[in-house]
């Protein structure tokens, strides 16, 4: 949601030029229409849907299966909000994992529901009945004012009132080739971009590990000093979207984070999520910007073992506070 959010922005910012923005959907789910409702005009393809039904969120609990194979989860957390290990030592949500869920899915479905009734000019509550008659066949989203026209991808330019004989079409892989000295942009200071992304640990970052993308303390650690001694670099910018992962390796990447800020500004800027590990490598930065839907924050520490061949004794964990 906060990468949308992110986009959304830019969108917005770009519509203060004056110049016309159109969203052209093949489908609509609920951010797809997030993102396009904030263009000038939105078209749906005619045989499409928009699919606006609300937001949801499941879990997977392994606890009856691992009792059925004689595994016990012998797993220790800190706070009963503190729910990573939940799906391996329970069956169902506890209460306070489900209470912590539907908070999260009402913050975000507040905010669908807010960007969207701004954007097609309705009230907070008509955009909440439209969602929960959703979705919708491509007609009777036009006839609820959710999008302005049914067109194919090569009827936009037409409905929308553009492609007149002075305009040209460039795509974006033509687009992204213009230098940015041709943009203004270049031979002034630089910031540096460093990313922290995917599951903190120690060692090389990896982008395609076969656990997903690993972003590795050896490897952000030589940016960072990189960055940190290069004369040319003004500022330093670490864009996270990390679970967390080893606290050994989020600590290394801590302190080389808090020596680069003695030499020049840095700010965290947080993506879909920057929690345990990748929160807390966010905090020495001068500065953290987040998204309305960022989720971040301490998931808690977890540690402990699966316990095979001997029956549990008891159908709870072993927890402490």
Known sequence: ??????????????KQSDKPIIGYLEYGGEQEFYLASACDKVYLMPTSTLDLTGMATYELFFRGTLDKIGAHPDLLHIGDYKTAANTFTEKTYTPAHREMAESLNRDLYGQLVAGLAQ???????????????????????????LVDGLAYEDEVDAKAGLGGDTERRVDFKTYR?????????????????IYIDGTIASGASAADSPSGAIAGSDTIGRYLRRARDDRSIRAIVLRIDSPGGSAIASDVIWR??????????VVASMSDVAASGGYYVAMPAHAIVAEPGTLTGSIGVVMGKF???????????????
């Open 256 to 265: 080389d984070v808090q020596l680069a800020r003695a030499s020049k500004p």
């Open 177 to 193: 080739r213009v230098s940015a000295a041709s943009a203004g942009l270049g031979g002034g200071p630089r910031l540096a971009v």
């Open 307 to 321: 316990a095979l061949g001997a029956p549990s004794t008891s159908s709870a964990s072993t927890w402490t506070r």
């Open 1 to 14: 949601m906060a990468k949308v959010q992110e986009v959304r922005d830019a969108i917005l910012e770009f």
């Open 119 to 145: 954007a097609r000019q309705k009230s907070d509550a008509d955009m909440r009945a439209l969602i929960d008659h959703g979705p919708f066949v491509a007609d009777d989203a036009l006839a609820a004012g």
